[in-house]
Structures are given as structure tokens and as C-alpha cells.
């Protein structure tokens, strides 16, 4: 069925009717009239507008206007060229123009003195001329403009306006057909035609058609035809004509060809489930008219990756091939990322079609172990291995080298459907859970292996043997820590302190630090021991020892002893060389009286000795004796000159032994060479001027006298024995 809507729009008057632009105005005694400038041109069948404006002097008051239609020879219509008078009670208008004009505002007082004229023939075209009826003074009075304006109408040549929306098979369409022009005068005459190819013309069956005037203006109008319909595949590529008949049967028609669209069913084919680095293929065929733009999405669903939908068209690994109607999609060496849905979108005009697919791609990535793998010892291990793969994998946990599969802590759980991911949980690692776990994952035929080293640590702790003792005045603290990774122990209280002494070892995952620190004041001390793990804190309490329990203690630092075995060495080598010494003086006092059994010789062939040698003899007795009990002798006079030989010296290496009877026979001469020294020491002594002598006031080697008389006279006695 076809209906017949009118539709309304409002263009612009002159544009619609092809009326001029605005004039040169003309002025005559004071009054004035403008026309267009130029010759107005119009069509025949529609309508012409005349914009026109005048002035009058101020003592003339315009009541009604008059326009005339004659001769552009003549200067001046006459009655019988009356073709409006806006006066009604007139009876001077030409018969072909009742009602065919009309002012386009009313009001005169306006001074718009514009008309429009319906129903145009080419007899119409001429000079039109203006004449404007008042009063003047009180008195009635008109004023004829000299001025013409001419109009020329041709034949129609203007078309109806058809309009067609997008026609699809099934759904029903309204066409719509504007006559030209935008005039108030007779309503033209609309119809429909339809011609299929090669065949006459006809009306269309089953339709609904509908005339309708739009009152834009006054003085304008549009009118409209409608045709609904509901259009099938025979209406493809058909004609319509629209045909529009005005008064005096001017004509003018518009065809136009109908292109019907449609769809049909959609055709998606390939192998959908592709392994990794194959190439995937998908034909999407869609019969339609006019041929749709078919394109290719991967739904952002399946590939988190990219929020929106990607066009793989353009994709550098992809290739589209288009045909009439159909579209065939190419993806060279897949990946994992191309499995998701792909959509087909068939485009055409104002409609869409969506069809999708779901492609599959079997891969597998090589298992991921996730989860600290460094734990505190007592806390839980917790190592998720995850395999993403399609289709899911089966993943096992077994301690490195066993090939036990582990059970203990053992979960499972599916990843999005492309992997599985398995968790190995110990709640209370211990130090013999340490080492190297391996994940292995079941893929189809294939097997992917990986593993994680795990290390068990602990924080910092403190062990009994941490403690501080003071002996002798010394504080010596032993702080004594243990952890994984190795601590590192520090004393706070050194930063109060400039002489100290810290010695750290370390043994396996201990570490020992002797700190020895002197003129301590307090109780206890604070021992800090951290490492990447922990911190921990320790007031060792300081104990005093007393020396009976120094000698009992058995926990000495090392440092100290090898410090006390050094003195103690030192000391004993001292005691050494003291005995020594004193063993070899005795000797020497043991050597001086066997002496007394010897023979004394005198030496005539042993060198002197000078006074610098003496001199030197005597300051080595000065310095001996100052180890006596006499004190500090005075210094000899090392500055004196040479002096003559006091004594002969004596070579106790020319003594020889002799037996009782010779030591008899040589007493006499002993006696005289020992009266003969005796003299030579004394009269040395004199020349000195007693410079021996000590600070009592007696004489020292006077005294050395008495004792040498007293040992020759125990000889003597010997002798006299003998």
C-alpha cells in the first residue's frame, strides 16, 4: 500500500521563487521607489515575487496601493492595466490576474509595497508599474511612479524533488515526491508511475499515496506527495516517476531507479583450532545488494591485551581477500595471541550483520614458578608453578634428583582455561627443606620442565656463650650471633669511646666479636646483631671476677693470652739472662783465686800500656762501681794527657801451672814484684789527689788494698802451710 505524506520545510522566499536581490532606489518631487535592479525571471506554472519599498513626503498619507501591467513604451499605465489594487471595493483589475496577486505585508503604512504573483504563464511577462493612492493635505491624491520593473517567465523547467531512503527487502519505505516552487496558488496535481525493465509504465499496486500542502508564509506553500511501500527484490533496480501537473497543464516530472537491498545468511568457514605457528584461514561469505563492506574484529574479550576491537585488515602477519560478497582472512605463523573470537561485520547502508567464530591456538609456554623462594626458617614456603598453555597442562612438583612427585602442600587450579597453575606449601620450613624443587608440566606429547632453588633463613639470634666480664680493670665482652644470611654484629656504646678493641670471627653462619674497652662505667652492655632478616638486641650483664676466680675462669680471650704468654716470656727470658750472668761472674771469682797457685811472670816483650788505655781502665771501673752500693762516682778525666808507664801489663796467658815445691822457691820474688805494684798503686793514688774516694771520705782503692794484702796474705799462709 502507498500513503501520501506531505512534508513541511521552509526555505527562503526568494531563493525558492527566483526573485531578484535589492534594487536602486529611484526618487521623483520628493517620493521614492525601489525596485529590483534589472529584469526578474520566472517560470511558468509557479510564481514570481516583486520586492518593492517606497517614500512619500510627510504631508502624504498612503492608503492603497496599485500596480499596473502594460506597455513598457508608455510612461504611464492607465486604468485598464490594473492587475491589484489593495483597495477591495475595486472593479478595475484585468480578468486573468483575480486573485493571482497579493501584497506581501498587508499594511501599507509599512510602505512595503512587494507582491507575489501565482500561477505564472508566459503571458505574463512585462513591465509592471506602481501607483500609491492617499491623502494629502486632507485631501485625497495619488502618486504614480515613473519607474517599471520587468518580469519574463519562461517554460517550467524546474523538477520535482524525490526523495528515497535506503530500501531494504521486507521493510517498509515512504517516498516522498516536492513540487517546485513555494506558491500560494493552485494546488499542482501529483502522481506516481512505476516501470520494471523493459516494461510500460504502471502504477505501483499495493500502495498508499498522499497530497499535502504546507503553509510556510502567507503568501507560501509547499506541496508534497508520499508513496509507502513495502519493496521486494523485483523493485531492485526499477523506475519511479513522479509527475506534477499546475494550472494551464504545465507539467514536469522526476524518475528515479529503486535499488532495493537485502542481505542473506552469513557463511563463516575454516579450520578454527590451529597449532602455534600455522596458518589460520576463515572465508566469511555474504550475499547482499549493494555489496556489503565485510570486516574482521577479534573481540577484546579474548585478548586482554587491547581494550578495544582490533582490525586485523591491516595487521602486519594477516591478509584479507575480497570478492563480491565474500572475505577471506589470512593469519601466517599464529601465536597464542590470535586465539579468541573473531567477528564478521557486514556493512551496508544503515544496517549491520555480526557473526563470530572462536579460534583455537595449541601452544604451550614453559612452566613459570612464582613465590619467594628465600623463606625464614618456622615460616610457611609457598611456590606456585604456572604453565599457560592450551589445551591445560598437568603439572607436577618433586624434589630435584628423587623423581618423588611431591603430594605434601599440593594444590591445583585452572588459569582462564590456558594453563594450570600448582602450589607446593610446606607451613614450617625447616633447614633440611633447603634445596632445588623442580616443576614439571604434561602437554599433550610433550613434556616442559623448570625448578626453583630454595634457602632457608633465619633472622639473627644470640647464643649463651654472649657475655661481659671486668678483670683487672678491663672489660672484655664476648658477643656471640647466629643467622642466615650471616649477621653482622655492632657495640652502640664505641661512639662514646676512642680506644677500644673489637675482634671479629666467624665460623659457619656464627660470628664472634670480643670487644676489650677500659674505664667502663655500668652494668651492662648492648650487643646489636642484624642482617638482611631481622635485628636483634642483647644487654649483656657485666660480672666482676675476682683474681682467685680469674685463675679458675677458663673462658680467656684468645687475644689475651697470646698477650700474657708474650710477658711471661719475656719475664722468664729475663730470669734467664740474670742467672747466666750471674753463673759466669762466679766463674770469674772462681778463675781469680785458682790464680793463686800460678806462677806471675813478667812479661818483657808485652806492649805498654798508654794513658788513654788506662784512662779507658779507669772508666770502666767507675761505671761498675756505680752498680755498688757506693753510688755515682765521679767522671774520670778523659781530656788528660798521656802519662808514663805506672805499671807493666800482665799476660795471665803466660802463667803456667807449678807444683807446691816451685810455688815455695818463687816466693820471694813474688813477694818483691807485689811490694813493687803496692808502691806503683799507691804512689798513682798520690797523683790523683785522691780522686777515688767516696762520699763517706774514705778510700777506695785503699780499701781495694786491704783486700789484695788480705788475699796475699791468705797465700802466704797457703805457702807457709806448704
Not at 521623483?28 to 509557479?46: H, M, P, Q, R, W
Not at 582472512?329 to 555480526?354: D, K, M, W
Not at 659457619?508 to 652494668?523: C, F
Request: aromatic share 6%.
Amino acid at each position: 500500500m502507498f500513503v501520501l505524506i506531505l512534508l513541511f520545510s521552509v526555505r527562503h522566499i526568494t531563493a525558492a521563487t527566483g526573485s531578484s536581490v535589492r534594487g536602486k532606489e529611484n526618487c521623483n518631487d520628493g517620493s521614492c521607489v525601489t525596485f529590483s535592479k534589472g529584469e526578474i525571471k520566472a517560470e511558468a506554472g509557479l510564481c514570481v515575487v516583486i520586492p518593492c519599498s517606497f517614500k512619500t513626503v510627510s504631508s502624504f498619507t498612503p492608503k492603497h496601493l496599485v500596480f499596473y501591467k502594460c506597455e513598457s513604451s508608455k510612461r504611464f499605465c492607465t486604468d485598464s492595466d490594473v492587475i491589484f489594487d489593495s483597495d477591495r471595493n475595486s472593479n478595475k483589475i484585468q480578468a486573468g490576474f483575480v486573485g493571482r496577486v497579493s501584497l506581501l505585508k498587508p499594511d501599507v503604512r509599512l510602505r512595503n509595497c512587494g507582491i507575489i504573483i501565482n500561477d505564472l504563464t508566459e503571458s505574463d511577462s512585462g513591465s509592471y508599474q506602481l501607483r500609491v493612492n492617499g491623502l494629502k493635505n486632507g485631501r485625497e491624491n495619488g502618486l504614480t511612479f515613473p519607474q517599471k520593473i520587468n518580469i519574463s517567465v519562461k517554460g517550467l523547467t524546474q523538477k520535482p524533488t524525490v526523495g528515497i531512503p535506503p530500501l531494504t527487502e521486507g521493510q517498509q519505505t515512504t517516498l516522498s515526491c516536492t513540487a517546485p516552487g513555494l506558491c500560494s496558488g493552485s494546488d499542482p496535481e501529483i502522481t506516481w508511475t512505476w516501470r520494471g525493465a523493459g516494461e510500460k509504465d504502471s502504477h505501483i499496486t499495493g500502495n498508499i499515496t498522499a497530497v499535502k500542502t504546507e503553509h510556510l508564509t502567507s503568501v507560501t506553500r509547499r506541496h508534497i506527495s508520499t508513496l509507502t511501500f513495502k519493496p521486494s527484490a523485483e523493485h531492485r533496480s526499477t523506475n519511479v516517476t513522479c509527475k506534477v501537473r499546475f494550472t494551464n497543464d504545465v507539467t514536469t516530472e522526476e524518475t528515479v531507479t529503486l535499488n532495493v537491498t537485502y542481505v542473506k545468511d552469513f557463511n563463516i568457514s575454516g579450520i578454527t583450532s590451529v597449532k602455534e605457528g600455522e596458518t589460520l584461514n576463515l572465508t566469511c561469505g555474504v550475499e547482499s545488494f549493494p555489496p556489503s563492506l565485510i570486516a574482521w574484529t577479534k573481540s577484546p574479550e579474548s585478548n586482554t591485551q587491547n581494550e578495544t576491537d582490533t582490525n586485523w585488515q591491516n595487521n602486519t602477519g594477516t591478509f584479507m581477500q575480497r570478492e563480491s560478497g565474500i572475505s577471506t582472512f589470512y593469519v601466517f605463523n599464529v601465536t597464542p595471541e590470535h586465539s579468541g573470537r573473531y567477528i564478521c561485520t557486514a556493512e551496508y547502508l544503515n544496517q549491520t550483520l555480526v557473526e563470530d567464530v572462536d579460534v583455537k591456538v595449541i601452544y604451550v609456554r614453559s612452566p613459570v614458578i612464582t613465590g619467594s623462594t628465600t623463606v625464614v626458617k618456622g615460616a610457611a614456603l609457598n611456590l606456585t608453578c604456572g604453565v599457560e598453555s592450551f589445551p591445560p597442562s598437568r603439572i607436577t612438583w618433586a624434589t630435584f634428583g628423587s623423581g618423588t612427585t611431591l603430594e605434601r602442600g599440593l594444590d591445583a587450579d585452572p588459569q582462564n582455561g590456558t594453563g594450570w597453575a600448582a602450589s607446593l606449601v610446606i607451613p614450617h620450613v625447616a633447614a633440611e627443606d633447603s634445596g632445588r624443587y623442580t616443576c614439571t608440566a604434561q602437554h599433550l606429547d610433550r613434556t616442559v620442565t623448570t625448578y626453583a632453588d630454595v634457602t632457608v633463613i633465619w633472622p639473627p639470634r644470640f647464643l649463651s656463650r654472649s657475655r661481659c666480664e671486668v678483670r683487672s680493670e678491663v672489660l672484655t665482652c664476648v658477643c656471640v650471633s647466629e643467622g642466615l644470611l650471616l649477621p653482622s654484629i655492632t657495640w652502640p656504646l664505641l661512639k662514646n669511646h676512642s680506644e677500644y678493641s673489637v675482634v671479629t670471627t666467624v665460623s659457619g653462619h656464627t660470628v664472634h666479636s670480643t670487644l676489650t674497652l677500659r674505664d667502663h662505667v655500668g652494668t651492662s652492655i648492648e650487643c646489636v646483631s642484624s642482617n638482611d632478616h631481622g635485628e636483634a638486641k642483647e644487654n649483656l650483664k657485666i660480672q666482676q671476677n675476682t683474681p682467685g676466680k680469674e685463675d679458675q675462669s677458663s673462658g680467656i680471650n684468645p687475644w689475651l693470652q697470646v698477650i700474657i704468654a708474650f710477658f711471661i716470656g719475656v719475664l722468664l727470658s729475663a730470669v734467664f739472662c740474670c742467672l747466666a750472668t750471674k753463673c759466669h761472674r762466679r766463674k770469674q771469682k772462681i778463675s781469680t783465686n785458682r790464680d793463686e797457685t800460678h806462677e806471675m811472670v813478667t812479661s818483657q816483650v808485652a806492649p805498654l800500656i798508654n794513658g788513654a788505655q788506662a784512662v779507658e781502665d779507669d772508666h770502666t771501673y767507675y761505671q761498675e762501681s756505680s752498680e755498688g752500693e757506693w753510688g755515682a762516682a765521679a767522671a774520670p778525666d778523659l781530656d788528660a794527657e798521656p802519662k808514663d808507664v805506672l805499671y807493666a801489663s800482665i799476660d795471665f796467658s803466660l802463667l803456667r801451672r807449678k807444683n807446691l815445691s816451685g810455688a815455695a822457691k818463687s816466693r820471694e820474688a813474688t813477694k818483691t814484684e807485689y811490694a813493687e805494684i803496692k808502691k806503683v798503686v799507691e804512689e798513682e793514688m798520690e797523683n790523683n789527689g785522691g780522686e777515688g774516694r767516696n762520699a763517706s771520705g774514705g778510700s777506695r782503692i785503699r780499701e781495694d788494698e786491704e783486700d789484695e794484702v788480705a788475699v796475699y796474705s791468705s797465700v802466704k799462709d797457703v805457702m807457709s802451710e806448704i
